[in-house]
């Protein structure tokens, strides 16, 4: 005899059969069937693959608000059906989260089959941290359930660059009444603002003013929202300046000043932001 093996018999673990042998004796004595059974143990080979691709093009990012999205394929490439399937994505936006849609090879049930490729769709929404960080790393992870074996966490990771458009403006401008000076010892007062245009936080930003003393400390912040030290995409930074004049500003006939800043930038290239005010 023989028997073809299903899928059942595979999910199962083993196959058990049993044959019976009925008959009729000569005389009236009762001949009870005759049975035997063999029982063939499966071999489970348990396994699957999770490929995670962006859908983007072109395959990068470069403001806030971007919306990356996604397509994951799982696959069962073992020999026995895989149940209690979950798929995560910590980093997908929780809404839709990740979405099952049509399997690109199954029946739509809960049960991923042998030879199964299931289809799912997430998105994620760039945050600052996502430029300034210049890439976005993002793992998915399968878990689920076999009849028999080991089946660890089928897992794939997508990276895509950050476009980085470092820029900004330093604006410099006299407080001075009647914008001019006539004595010594008149002293000069300006106002500076310091505006990051680009799409990346600027670090160690420095504000220097030679003639007004050096490095010069902010005074607040007009736009942004926050006083820390990095200057953020949009934000406003204001100074304010001084400088005394002198002998040499009454002979040359004009006082040129000049203030530059310096910073950097997580990528790409960032000159120094200057500006001069002639009084």
């Known amino acids: 005899a023989s028997h073809t093996v299903t899928q059942e018999d595979l999910d199962t673990l083993r196959f058990i059969n049993t044959a019976t042998a009925t008959g009729t004796p000569p005389t009236g004595t009762s001949l009870p069937p005759v049975m035997d059974s063999d029982t063939l143990p499966a071999v489970p080979n348990v396994s699957w693959t999770l490929d995670k691709s962006s859908t983007l093009s072109p395959k990068s990012y470069s403001a806030v608000g971007d919306v990356i999205t996604y397509e994951l394929l799982l696959e069962n490439t073992g020999n026995v ?6 798929v995560s ?7 839709p989260g990740v979405v099952r849609g049509t399997d690109q090879s199954g029946n739509g049930d809960n049960d991923l089959e042998p030879g199964e490729i299931w289809k799912y769709t ?7 941290e996502d430029l300034d960080t210049l890439r976005f790393i993002n793992t998915a992870t399968a878990m689920g359930t076999p009849p028999g074996g080991t089946l660890p966490p089928a897992m794939d990771s997508d990276t895509l660059p950050a476009v980085p458009n470092p820029s900004w403006t330093l604006e410099k401008e006299n407080t ?6 006539d004595a010594v010892g008149d002293v000069l007062t300006y106002k500076l603002t310091l505006e990051n245009t680009g799409n990346v936080t600027i670090t160690s930003v420095v504000v220097t003013d030679p003639n007004s003393g050096g490095t010069l400390t902010r005074d607040s912040v007009r736009t942004g929202g926050n006083t820390d030290t990095d200057l953020e995409p949009g934000e406003v930074w204001l100074y304010t300046a001084s400088h005394t004049v002198t002998q040499e500003d009454m002979d040359t006939l004009r006082f040129i000043n000049m203030a530059t800043a310096t910073g950097t930038p997580p990528g790409g290239n960032l000159p120094p932001a200057m500006d001069s005010d002639t009084l």
């Not at 997430?122 to 600052?128: D, E, F, M």
């Open 81 to 86: 059906k895989i149940t209690g399937v979950a």
């Open 122 to 128: 997430a998105q994620h929404t760039v945050t600052q």
């Open 89 to 95: 994505d910590p980093k997908a936006d929780s809404s």
């Open 176 to 181: 001075v009444s009647g914008g001019n000076y």
